[in-house]
Structure formats: structure tokens, C-alpha cells
């Protein structure tokens, strides 16, 4: 298996642009989740899916940000409008229900 | 989950044994302790995990005290590519039905020495 595949690695957009991130979770896996990370406040969830329903988006910044996971291969991640504050790294991650968390590679933003 | 706390960074001379400690002393009786740690531009990674036996994969081992207060992750033969960052997490169990997100700290910056 190829992994969590996330696309971009990277991004630089202007601010007031709309972004979005892309992610297709490993096969099978019925869990997925989406991390920020950033210098100041490390690596925080935004939400998390299972079987495509969001359980819980109690991390999502504001209403900016909004997930959608429309089928088990293929989750987005959207920011509009995007500012320079959402600059970040921003992880995919998938598990099974009974293995471990497995991480993409992460999608690089930068909002200028 | 339970808090836990970390030395914010340690060195290590390579080949030789890497201990990173971890403690946990508001640790429940039905929460595990796993690790992660994240090299450098990539995403974190899945190291172990244990309730209160110690543990051993082929990564690293994981000793937990008797009274599940402390955790020692050790890599036996520390490498250059070894260099990360270490995330000691505590939560319950995958197989327990509950949530199933990870909650990061800062974590330990291992850094192994030629």
C-alpha cells in the first residue's frame, strides 16, 4: 500500500484565497483525521471521520475551515477565505478499527 | 487522556542505547501508553505501545514501572536516521470503543550523534 497520500506537499496562496487540501486514506481504513501543526501550537486535531461521518470537529478553527469526506478513498479539507495565520503544516491521517493511526507526508501551507 | 510530561530534548551517541522517559502519573487503569515520534518533514509515526507489561517490537521496547507512573521507550542501537521527535501519548485503548483521536504535546527532540 502507497500510504496516506496527501496533495499538495505544498501551497502558497494569497491571502483571501480558497485552499484545498486533498487526501486519500489508506484502503480499507474506516477512520480519518486531519492535524495543523504549528510552531506555537505543535500538533493539533481539526476532525475526524468515521466511515465518512465526522465524529467530532470540535478542533476546526472557525467557520473558514470546512472537512468533507464524500466517499472511503478521498477526504478534502478547505479553507475560504484563507489568511496568513493559517499558515501551517496539515496532516492526514488514517486507521482501522483495530490498527494504529498511519500519518501522510503533510501538505505545507503558506498564506501570504 | 491523562497528561503527560517529557523532557523537552536529549542527545544520544550513535549505536548506543537511547532512553527517552515519560511520566504519566494521572494514568488510569484502562489507558495505554503509546508512542509516536515524528522525523524531521514527515508525518508522525507509530512506534509501540503497552498497558503495564513491557513491550517489544522491533523498533524499540517499552518499559512501564509497576506502578504505570513513568514509561521508558528505549531504541537499542540509536542511528543518525533516529533523529525525532518522541511523543509519549496516553489513551485508552483502539479496541475499547472510544475515541480514537491523538492528542500531542511537545514531545522529546532526540538527537543522535555521530
Known amino acids: 500500500d502507497a500510504g496516506v497520500i496527501q496533495s499538495p506537499r505544498h501551497e502558497v496562496t494569497e491571502m483571501g484565497q480558497e485552499v484545498t487540501l486533498r487526501c486519500k486514506p489508506i484502503?480499507?481504513?474506516?477512520?480519518l483525521f486531519w492535524y495543523r501543526q504549528t510552531m506555537m501550537r505543535g500538533l493539533e486535531l481539526l476532525i475526524y471521520?468515521?466511515?465518512?461521518?465526522?465524529?467530532?470537529d470540535s478542533g476546526m478553527p472557525e467557520d473558514r475551515f470546512s472537512a468533507k469526506m464524500p466517499n472511503a478513498s478521498f477526504s478534502t479539507l478547505k479553507i475560504q477565505p484563507s489568511e496568513p495565520r493559517d499558515s501551517a503544516v496539515y496532516f492526514c491521517?488514517?486507521?482501522?478499527?483495530?490498527?494504529?493511526?498511519?500519518f501522510g507526508q503533510g501538505t505545507r501551507l503558506t498564506v501570504v | 487522556d491523562a497528561k503527560t510530561t517529557q523532557p523537552p530534548s536529549m542527545d544520544c551517541a550513535e549505536g548506543r542505547a537511547a532512553n527517552l522517559p515519560c511520566n504519566h502519573s494521572?494514568?488510569?487503569?484502562?489507558?495505554?501508553v503509546y508512542w509516536y515520534r515524528q522525523i524531521h518533514s514527515q508525518g508522525p509515526q507509530y512506534i509501540i505501545h503497552?498497558?503495564?507489561n513491557n513491550e517489544t517490537n522491533e523498533m524499540a521496547s517499552l518499559i512501564i514501572t509497576e506502578d504505570r507512573k513513568s514509561s521508558t521507550l528505549i531504541l537499542p542501537h540509536a542511528t543518525l536516521r533516529d533523529t525525532a521527535v518522541y511523543y509519549c501519548?496516553?489513551?485508552?485503548?483502539?479496541?475499547?470503543?472510544?475515541?480514537?483521536?491523538?492528542?500531542f504535546g511537545s514531545g522529546t527532540q532526540l538527537t543522535v550523534l555521530p
Open positions: 491521517a488514517s486507521s482501522g478499527s483495530y490498527t494504529e493511526a498511519f
Open positions: 484502503s480499507g481504513h474506516d477512520y
Open positions: 471521520f468515521n466511515n465518512n461521518v465526522p465524529i467530532d
Open positions: 494521572t494514568i488510569s487503569g484502562n489507558e495505554y
Open positions: 503497552g498497558l503495564k
Open positions: 501519548i496516553v489513551r485508552l485503548s483502539i479496541s475499547s470503543g472510544s475515541a480514537r483521536q491523538l492528542t
